[in-house]
């Protein structure tokens, strides 16, 4: 578990193999920021289940178990991302999106690689992404990165369905890139 910046968001992950972000409820945020020694939280009584829970912001399966979260900036004067190693080794990144029209790019193409392109395993990619609980508020940069390796005819159907050149989308993959990692 990493505490963002914030204060008040942690990013977590678990032994099934999610991440999740989750944020402490605006309530309890302004009751700690009135007594900060949290006794008035500690001794309410709730009816059902516990007075505040934590708000799940967004949730993927990864595939692997995190070891480690922090954040961080990848290259020199570039914003901070979320850098998670996991127990198979590999080194993975959520990168925040600055607007929404980079979310909104991005999802369409996401949501166009999940109709049009079917891995090699056959398996749905949504299925997978979604194996404990639904994914919520993520983005696939790995199936995004897919667009790359596609041949031709596959990559100009892609682009007819997010409605934008096959350049474009290059661009825009490529802007992601450089402006986090490398």
Not at 69 to 85: E, G, H, K, N
Not at 168 to 175: G, R, T, V
Request: some cysteine; hydrophobic content about 40%; glycine content about 4%.
């Amino acid at each position: 578990m990493h505490v963002l910046d914030d204060g008040d968001t942690v990013v977590a992950g678990d032994k099934f193999g999610n991440l999740a972000v989750l944020r402490v409820p605006e309530r309890a945020a302004k009751l700690l920021d009135s007594d900060p020694t949290g006794a008035r939280l500690a001794f309410e009584k709730p009816k059902f289940g516990t007075t505040h829970k934590w708000d799940l912001v967004a949730e993927s399966h990864i595939g692997d178990i995190a070891t480690s979260l922090t954040t961080c900036a990848l290259a020199p004067a570039s914003r901070q991302v979320i850098l998670y190693t996991t127990l198979m080794g590999s080194l993975q990144v959520c990168v925040p999106f600055v607007s929404k029209s980079d979310m909104d790019f991005f999802r369409t193409l996401e949501l166009a690689m999940r109709k049009l392109w079917t891995p090699a395993s056959g398996r749905n990619h949504l299925a997978y992404r979604s194996a404990i609980s639904p994914v919520r508020s993520f983005v696939d940069g790995d199936l995004c990165e897919v667009f790359f390796t596609l041949d031709y005819d596959m990559r100009e159907a892609i682009s007819d369905e997010v409605d934008r050149t096959q350049s474009d989308i290059f661009k825009k993959l490529e802007d992601m890139r450089s402006m986090f990692a490398f």
